[in-house]
C-alpha cells in the first residue's frame, strides 16, 4: 500500500525535477527514492515519470498522481497539527454529562472560563437525573466526563470533588420551620415529596430512610428535586434536596439533618490521560465546590 513517504518522494521528484535533487531535499539516498517511485509504478501499473539524460519527464498518471498525494500530504500535516492542539488543551471536542441540579451550581462558571479562555475547544453538555445513567454512557464511549454524585458502580476512573450536603425542605407553616435542624426519624409520618424511580435520588433517600428505619409516605413523585423543593415549600409535604438543587432558592424553610447527611460530588472520567479532561476536571478542583449559607 501506498505510504505518505511515497507520495512524498514523488511530489519532491516532480517538483525538483531529477531523482538527485529530489533525494537531497528529503535527506534520503537516490536508490532508495528511486525505489520508492518504483514502488508506486507497481501498484499504479503505470509510469509516473520518464527518465531522461539529466532528469525526469511527468506522465500523465504522474500529474494526476502528483496532485492528490499533495493533497494528502497537507492533510497529514494538518492532522498533526490539529492532534498537537488538541493534546495540547487548546482545540478538540469535550462531551461532558452532569447531573441537572449541578450544571447551574458547580459547571457553569468552568464553562464560561473555558469558553472564554478555550474557544476552539467545542463543549458538549447534556444533563441527567442518574448518575448511573451517565456511567453507562461513559462505558458506551459516548460521553468523556460525567460528573454527579458516586455512581452505584464504575470501572471508569472517579475523581472527588467533595462532599455536597442533602438537607429536608418544608412549608414556612410547617413544624420543622421551628427546628434548627431534623432527624431522620422525624420524617416517619410525614406526607413526602418523593422522586421517579429514574432519578438517582430516589435509590438515595429509600436507603437514608432505611438506614434510620423510616418508613415514608409519598404523597406525589418528581424527576426533579428543584420542583421536589418548590413543591415542599409549596405546603405538599417534605422533601429531601441536595443543596445544589436550591436554586431559585424555595419559599419554605431548609433545614438540615441530625446528624448532617452528606454524598460525593465525583467526575467520572473515561480516558483520564485525555488533556482536555485532565484540564477540566482539574479547573472544578481549583474551583471547589460551591458554599452553602446554610438553612433559611
Not at 500523465?60 to 495540547?88: F, M, P, Y
Not at 475547544?121 to 458506551?140: I, P, R
Not at 415514608?216 to 418548590?230: D, F, M
Request: hydrophobic share 45%; proline share 6%; net charge positive.
Amino acid at each position: 500500500m501506498t505510504t505518505l513517504r511515497t507520495l512524498e518522494c514523488l511530489v519532491a521528484l516532480v517538483e525538483h525535477g531529477s531523482v538527485s535533487a529530489a533525494a537531497a531535499a528529503l535527506h534520503m539516498s537516490q536508490p532508495a527514492l528511486s525505489h520508492q517511485i518504483s514502488s508506486l509504478e507497481k501498484e499504479l501499473r503505470t509510469p509516473v515519470v520518464e527518465r531522461l539524460g539529466r532528469g525526469v519527464r511527468v506522465t500523465a498518471a504522474g500529474r494526476a498522481c502528483v496532485e492528490e498525494a499533495r493533497r494528502s500530504l497537507q492533510a497529514a500535516d494538518q492532522a498533526v497539527k490539529i492532534g498537537r492542539r488538541v493534546g495540547g488543551g487548546s482545540a478538540g471536542r469535550l462531551r461532558i454529562s452532569c447531573v441537572e441540579t449541578m450544571t447551574a451550581w458547580l459547571l457553569v462558571p468552568v464553562l464560561r472560563q473555558w469558553r472564554s479562555r478555550r474557544p476552539d475547544v467545542h463543549l458538549d453538555l447534556s444533563e441527567f437525573t442518574s448518575s448511573d445513567a451517565m456511567c453507562a454512557l461513559v462505558d458506551e464511549g459516548l460521553t468523556d466526563i460525567a460528573v454527579g454524585p458516586r455512581p452505584t458502580h464504575t470501572n471508569a476512573h472517579v475523581e472527588v470533588f467533595g462532599k455536597e450536603e442533602v438537607v429536608v425542605v418544608a412549608s414556612v407553616h410547617h413544624q420543622f420551620a421551628h427546628m434548627t435542624s431534623v432527624p431522620v426519624a422525624a420524617l416517619a409520618d410525614e406526607p413526602f415529596v418523593h422522586y421517579d424511580a429514574g432519578n438517582g435520588m430516589a435509590v438515595s433517600v429509600d436507603k437514608l430512610a432505611a438506614r434510620h428505619d423510616v418508613v415514608l409516605k409519598p404523597v406525589l413523585r418528581t424527576h426533579s428535586p428543584r420542583t421536589a423543593a418548590q413543591l415542599a415549600a409549596a405546603g405538599m409535604g417534605v422533601a429531601i434536596v441536595p443543596v445544589s438543587a436550591l436554586a431559585p432558592r424555595p419559599t419554605g424553610v431548609v433545614r438540615r439533618f441530625r446528624p448532617m447527611v452528606k454524598r460525593d460530588i465525583v467526575a467520572v472520567v473515561a480516558a483520564p490521560s485525555d488533556t482536555l479532561a485532565q484540564q477540566f476536571v482539574a479547573d472544578i478542583h481549583r474551583r471547589g465546590l460551591p458554599d452553602w449559607s446554610g438553612p433559611t
